[in-house]
């Protein structure tokens, strides 16, 4: 379960305090948190964290269970060799508690600039959600050419744009820190592009042909196909190929002016 799974349950939980209920994720007997969930909840007053179970029940808030946790995330099934959607599924805007070391250390990357990924998660099936990397380039350099600070995060293991600002980054919380000051994000159906909608940053998704954004995209999002049905191959597919291939730089830069400069 990635940390965009985190997010999407920060989503399943949003206002749960406010009306005096508190999330257990779990299978309506044990609260089952994975690696990643004390990344994204950690502070978070509407999710019941498992290690204060008793405390949470004694603040009289109302205990909700959901059914979503590794192995039972809702929004997909598994099959051999790919993933069957949920589409009855659809994502609301997660949140996030940041600290206020994070928000500054995220201020030495500035503001209004766009953040642009091109990098798909490596636990995700890559072959599928990489849109070129040479089109990235050229909406980097065309929005700078405009006159856009364009901003990608630095990372172990990234592959850096060569017409973009760089900007040091340690983890997914200051990722999500740094989000949070930019106009505009650019990039690949996953983790950041739910990030970007917890912290409320209109986006251009490349979605491709793996996955529906009727179930992970966000209304706040142009969220990009190439006009394919979304398959959900977890082995390289020709279809999420053709459906990345049919989405074109000015197709991008387009979307993303539009974002930028609305009617």
Request: proline share 7%.
């Amino acid at each position: 379960m990635g940390l965009g799974d985190q997010l999407i349950g920060a989503g399943l939980a949003k206002g749960a305090a406010a009306k005096g209920k508190i999330i257990a994720f779990g299978d309506g007997k044990r609260i089952l948190w994975d690696a990643n969930s004390p990344v994204i909840w950690r502070g978070n007053p509407n999710i019941a964290n498992p290690k204060a179970t008793a405390m949470n029940v004694n603040t009289h808030l109302q205990m909700e269970w959901i059914p979503f946790y590794k192995g039972n995330r809702l929004y997909n099934k598994h099959a051999p060799g790919h993933w069957i959607w949920n589409y009855d599924f659809h994502c609301t805007p997660g949140e996030i508690y940041l600290t206020k070391e994070e928000k500054q250390y995220a201020r030495m990357a500035g503001q209004d600039f766009i953040l642009i990924e091109p990098n798909p998660s490596p636990k995700s099936p890559v072959a599928n959600k990489q849109w070129p990397m040479e089109r990235y380039e050229t909406v980097a350099r065309t929005l700078r050419g405009h006159g856009h600070d364009v901003l990608q995060l630095n990372y172990r293991g990234a592959k850096l744009l060569k017409s973009v600002r760089v900007f040091p980054c340690h983890n997914f919380r200051i990722a999500l820190a740094i989000m949070e000051r930019a106009k505009l994000f650019i990039g690949g159906e996953g983790g950041l592009h739910h990030g970007a909608a917890a912290v409320g940053v209109p986006g251009v998704v490349l979605f491709g042909g793996f996955i529906p954004p009727s179930v992970t995209g966000y209304e706040m999002h142009t969220n990009l196909t190439g006009g394919a049905e979304a398959c959900g191959s977890l082995n390289p597919c020709p279809h999420c190929a053709a459906a990345m291939q049919a989405i074109g730089a000015d197709e991008v830069l387009e979307h993303a002016m539009a974002r930028l400069c609305p009617p």
